[in-house]
């Protein structure tokens, strides 16, 4: 069955500091694997994708993840946080015919001074 | 329109009640799909159109559940008989298709009372 794993509830960083978010799945097929960030109030916004080829993947906001097949984790890294980006993230998993995603149920950051 | 909108952002019905939350996806969307956000939880898939065809239901939680895209474009999800665990935020998205990104609206928060 497809799903996927955030182990971590919620993480507090303080500023400046490297962030780690990790997140596993399990999927039958080559999945298509999403990070997504969620503000309070506001809808879900793409942070970064990963379809195929290099899996050290670039998003938005400085973000990145690498894919690792042989550890099911698809991590989202951040070299240094900054206090905009205290929120939900939420992993998902992907199939190739786009038409159903499965989410974790999220990480809430909090970002410290 | 810009973005994937939704409406009505908040609703409160008794229990038993009908309702009907509306979404209306970015123009030219082929696929819309809805989720189901139960607070602290991912959201989880409900059902997907492509155009005006419901192609995967699966996600509905029971017959009390139904959405509709008559004209390929605005999508209605009704609830009927609403009960107190349908309180939920119910998230429409978008996409043109395919392994795209999915554009998320704000939700509406629905609390049955």
């Known amino acids: 069955a497809q799903s996927v794993t955030q182990p971590d509830i919620h993480i507090t960083v303080s500023e400046g500091a490297s962030l780690e978010l990790r997140c596993n799945y399990s999927?039958?097929?080559?999945?298509?694997l999403f990070w997504y960030v969620q503000s309070p109030g506001q809808g879900l916004q793409l942070l970064l994708k990963y379809f195929s080829g290099d899996t050290l993947v670039q998003g938005i906001k400085g973000f990145e993840a690498e894919f690792k097949r042989s550890q099911s984790s698809f991590n989202l890294r951040k070299p240094s946080v900054h206090w905009s980006d205290a929120a939900e993230y939420f992993c998902a998993v992907g199939a190739s015919t786009g038409n159903q995603f499965y989410f974790g149920t999220g990480t809430s950051l909090t970002v410290i001074p | 329109g810009a973005g994937v909108s939704q409406s009505p952002r908040y609703k409160v019905a008794k229990r038993g009640q009908d309702v009907a939350l509306r979404c209306d996806p970015i123009?030219?969307?082929?696929?819309l799909f809805w989720y189901q956000q139960a607070l602290g939880q991912g959201p989880e898939f409900l059902t997907y159109f492509q155009n005006e065809a419901q192609l995967d239901k699966s996600g509905l939680p029971s017959d009390r559940f139904f959405a509709e895209r008559p004209e390929g474009s605005v999508s209605t999800l009704k609830i009927q008989r609403t009960q107190q665990e349908d309180s939920a935020v119910y998230l429409c998205a978008s996409s043109l298709g395919g392994n795209n990104e999915q554009f998320f609206g704000p939700g509406t928060r629905l609390t049955v009372l």
């Open positions: 999927y039958g097929a080559t999945p298509y």
């Open positions: 123009s030219g969307h082929v696929s």
